[in-house]
């Protein structure tokens, strides 16, 4: 199941880029398509013609053309290696990619921390190794500045060590450079490490699209131990975005018209992963939190990280989103969002109104883990209310501008998320003065 790397290599043909407009972003800039459709938007983004080395790849063009049955399609990383140390065992995970000569990218703290672990251990397998600092931002700008920086420098591969920013980047970077790419994430606060597409963003750090990759990430090296030591509202975030997984996967599942990011029907082993994602959360989700925020690993927490990561990553690209993340994509347009609160806390959110949309009791079951770990489950808890008219008018049009909102299956009016939003947001009330708000004031610092 997993991507070959260099097994095809497309020649290096400068071209202007090309970015599919993301299918979790929307801007009022640009025609919508069809929602029956389900066409994915080409938005051509003006910079330099010799800026990019690679022609865009676009998987929906590969996997479901027009007019042709859509078929299943599941992709995941050539090796995933999780465990207490492992950071330090880079250099011997390197070594089947019979590879000489790495560039590490990290942040300059990273660099310090982990890049310097990385180095040191690729050193031991005398592989040659060069350290390239990220400046924090996942854009076209910093991707540029790097690719500039390292074509020189004929790399066999690129490990990069860091955030979801830093690991975003680092795919886009390598890709450009034609070079596979190793990921070691810091946090498991999302579930970037595992896929084949990264989401750019402005120099200002508002989402601008998603480029995605015809590889995989060759190996993707998550150290608990470096995990455990980070803040524990990363861990609690990291399941917001992973408990979200099953519930996309699901719609997806069982609506025919609904496409994956790959522009595929998702495969019954995604779904899977997606499921078990969810129960190994509500099992173990609370104790994985209580193990980080002593800083200790231990079996729990090694299944909690896997969820956030492996199962959701694989989970999310192969198994389809829906409107739990359209909502939570949409919600970093409003700027208190978007400053204060991290992807996983507005997913929990967003998968608070797409249980309310549904019905049934799996909203409230979905409140109750999250307010006892700590996320986010109404509007106050987001410096928001429902009286914010433009906040939540901005929140709503984003979001129907979204084409996964669209893999839902009912039709979703400006009215019927206007509901959805207006139950979830009675319910996590309820469900707060049920169990109270002292893990989620707990994180946030109040
Ligand atoms: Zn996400």
Redesign the pocket.
Same mark, same amino acid.
Request: hydrophobic share 40%; no cysteine; aromatic share 12%.
């Given at each position: 199941m997993a991507t070959i790397h260099n097994a095809t290599r497309t020649p290096k043909v400068p071209r202007t880029a090309f970015f599919i407009r993301s299918f979790i972003t929307a801007s009022p800039s640009f025609t919508l398509p069809n929602p029956a459709s389900r066409c994915y938007i080409l938005h051509r983004i003006n910079r330099p013609k010799a800026a990019m080395s690679k022609a865009p790849y676009f998987p929906h063009s590969v996997f479901s053309p027009e007019g042709e049955p859509v078929p299943r399609v599941m992709i995941a990383p050539g090796r995933y290696i999780q465990g207490p140390g492992v950071i330090d065992h880079v250099g011997r995970y390197v070594s089947i990619l019979n590879i000489a000569r790495v560039g590490v990218l990290a942040s300059r703290r990273g660099q310090q921390a982990e890049g310097a672990r990385i180095m040191d251990s690729l050193r031991g397998r005398n592989i040659d190794a060069t350290a390239t600092t990220f400046g924090g931002e996942c854009s076209l700008e910093e991707i540029d500045a790097q690719v500039e920086r390292l074509k020189e420098e004929n790399l066999d591969c690129l490990i990069a060590a860091g955030g979801g920013k830093c690991v975003d980047a680092g795919k886009c970077i390598a890709y450009r450079l034609d070079i596979p790419v190793i990921i070691v994430p810091t946090l498991a606060s999302? &579930?970037a490490p595992c896929s084949a597409l990264s989401v750019v963003y402005t120099k200002e750090g508002v989402s601008r699209g998603t480029e995605f990759f015809p590889d995989s990430p060759a190996l993707v090296v998550v150290d608990t131990a470096v995990v455990a030591d980070a803040d524990e509202r990363y861990l609690v975030s990291g399941m917001g &975005?992973a408990m979200a997984t099953w519930y996309e996967a699901r719609v997806c599942l069982a609506n025919p018209a609904a496409r994956t990011p790959l522009g595929a029907r998702p495969t019954l082993a995604s779904c899977a992963m997606g499921e078990i994602c969810a129960h190994t959360l509500y099992e173990h989700g609370l104790e994985a939190a209580r193990s980080v925020a002593s800083g200790s690993t231990n079996e729990v927490l090694e299944k909690v990280v896997e969820a956030n990561t492996l199962l959701s990553g694989i989970g999310?690209e192969s198994g389809g989103l829906a409107v739990a993340?359209a909502i939570?994509l949409a919600y970093t347009r409003i700027p208190v969002v978007h400053d204060n609160y991290l992807?996983g806390e507005m997913?929990a959110m967003g998968t608070m109104v797409q249980l309310a949309m549904e019905g049934g009791d799996e909203a409230t079951r979905a409140a109750r883990f999250f307010a006892s770990v700590g996320l986010p489950i109404h509007l106050a808890q987001l410096s928001l209310s429902r009286d914010n008219h433009g906040a939540i008018n901005t929140l709503i049009e984003a979001t129907l501008a979204s084409n996964i909102t669209h893999n839902m299956p009912m039709t979703v009016t400006d009215d019927v998320l206007r509901n959805a939003i207006n139950v979830a947001d009675e319910l996590g009330r309820q469900v707060t003065e049920d169990v109270g708000d002292l893990s989620y004031r707990r994180l946030q610092g109040l």
């Open positions: 999302n &579930d &975005d999310f993340h939570a992807h997913v």
